[in-house]
RNA sequence: GGAGGCGUCGCCUAGUCUGGUCUAUGGCGCCCGCCUGCUAAGCGGGUUUGGGGAUAAAACCCCAUCGAGGGUUCAAAUCCCUCCGCCUCCGCCA
């Protein structure tokens, strides 16, 4: 959710934001027209409440005085009973009036706050306009290597080193599921662990989270949204997730944090579950797009003013590893209409995947300045003592089925043994990882 | 899963039975000021959050907020219902 003050103070700004990402334009002037109403509906309310709680309080003095009246056996008490019985009367019409207006005054809020939701995050200044095709290249690091052999896709690599099996999978769960085996298990358990070693570098704190959460978290971070990439459960009260960012943003949900000592920044490993819907007969073989797997993920609370030099940390360190990973690959800034509604910029790393000729997202990390944190209530003392809201940020540190695709095709080599590169070498006990 | 207890503005706490001077009490902490060689003590004031109005910005005025949401009532922290969380006991269990 975007500040409203924003959208009243600069509307063309938003306008202009909504048009980068080829959303639409006009609902900037739903939002106002909304809020215009909405302001002079609570007006009228606040005003009929206050009347009404006068003459209330009338009643209730009026109350008192008749009871003392009584104790005491005073002769008003007619009066004062008179005077108690008018006030009451008058009280009751304007009851019957507030309540009216309250329920309109509520429905117009409702009908407000839904069109602002609509509203996505403004883009950043340099974000590239324009879809998914549309995106700059930042930097390209290492070159795809030239084979002097047919190399194998991953998948082939992986039954041929009893790694990865498919069959397994669909047989116990169904399709885009897998079983990891022997050295393809042990893959998974290195790139974690490599993963959190330079986490704990970076220093951040480490959480184990709920991969289960319900509807109020899992809307918080906006994944209602896109509800039929989500697995819930028959119950409907919980929700799968698909990344552990939910957890990590729904852990600060409501609180006014202190960040005088810097940003907090927090790492978890997870499992994450996503059903994949309407990626039909996309890159079906093999483990490169399933319905599980693990991910180590990042995650920034942060002044607003702090957010940019964050997010450039944050994709420092997704570089970081990928280096260690020997991977060749490219860093790009992803448009604005492939951002998603939270996001204000969003870093991409694509690794290269030999055979498919292609660079393959592996990480991505995305500044969400304070839409996330508006959205989720998560605030710090500012200027004076004012709360303001927070600017979040998420990355991916690393997830284990596309390294391991990627792994298992840059580095294998002619015998059908894969190279294990150094910085993984410690996690995984070898430097080269043979068929069994 | 069963039974009982509890949830008050940072923390603790009064108020809930018996609805109305409750504009939610008091203490601690914190902030500002006074006093003072310094510090402490003392004294005075302030101290939930969100929203609406007003303003150049404030001051200020108003509405909501006693775990959440409904209901009863002229009026709800207080009465009723539903839900959530915590604690104790019992049962089951890795």
Excluded at 31 to 51: G, N, P, W
Excluded at 136 to 146: D, F
Excluded at 331 to 352: H, M, N, P, Q, T
Aim: net charge negative.
């Amino acid at each position: 959710m975007i500040d409203i003050k924003l959208v009243r103070d600069n509307p063309d700004l938003v306008r202009a934001s909504q048009r980068a990402r080829g959303a639409d334009e006009t609902l900037v002037d739903q939002v106002l027209a909304a809020d215009e109403k909405r302001r002079s509906s609570i007006t009228e309310f606040e005003s009929l409440r206050s009347q009404q709680k006068t003459v209330s309080k009338s009643v209730g003095a009026a109350m008192g005085k008749l009871n003392a009246a009584r104790k005491a056996g005073s002769a008003d008490v007619d009066v004062l009973a008179k005077e108690a019985d008018e006030a009451r009367a008058r009280a009751t019409e304007l009851s019957a009036q507030v309540k009216q207006r309250e329920a309109a005054a509520d429905q117009e809020d409702k009908e407000f706050t839904a069109l602002l939701r609509e509203l996505d995050n403004i883009v950043l200044d340099g974000v590239p306009a324009g879809g998914e095709e549309d995106f700059e290249t930042l930097e390209t690091v290492g070159e795809p290597r030239s084979f002097d052999f047919e190399p194998l896709d991953h998948l082939a690599l992986g039954e041929k080193l009893d790694a990865i099996d498919m069959q397994r999978g669909a047989k116990v769960s169904g399709s885009r599921f897998y079983f990891l085996k022997g050295a393809g298990a042990r893959l998974s358990n290195a790139l974690m662990a490599y993963a959190q070693s330079i986490a704990a570098e970076e220093g951040f704190t480490p959480l184990i989270v709920p991969t289960l959460v319900s509807a109020q978290s899992m809307g918080g971070t906006g994944y209602l949204d896109a509800h039929e990439d989500v697995y819930e459960l028959e119950s409907g009260e919980l929700y799968l997730t698909g990344t552990s960012e939910v957890a990590l943003a729904g852990f600060h949900t409501d609180e006014i944090l202190d960040l005088s000592n810097g940003p907090l920044r927090y790492t978890a490993t997870s499992t994450c579950y996503r059903r994949e819907a309407g990626s039909y007969g996309k890159d079906t073989r093999g483990i490169f797009r399933v319905h599980q797997f693990t991910k180590t993920e990042m995650f920034v609370y942060c002044d607003p003013q702090q957010a940019v030099e964050e997010h450039q940390n944050l994709l420092r360190i997704e570089r970081r590893l990928l280096d260690g990973l020997e991977l060749p690959y490219r860093v790009i800034d992803v448009a604005a209409g492939d951002l998603g509604g939270s996001a204000a910029r969003k870093y991409d790393c694509e690794a290269w995947v030999p055979t498919q000729g292609k660079y393959r997202e592996l990480t991505s990390t995305s500044n969400c300045t304070t839409y996330q944190a508006r959205r989720l209530n998560i605030r710090q003392r500012g200027e004076g003592g004012k709360t303001e809201f927070v600017a979040t940020l998420n990355g991916t540190m690393l997830t284990d089925t596309r390294p391991i695709v990627a792994l298992l095709e840059n580095h294998q080599q002619a015998d059908g043994s894969i190279r294990v590169p150094q910085a993984l070498q410690p996690f995984l006990g070898t430097d080269v990882i043979r068929p069994a």
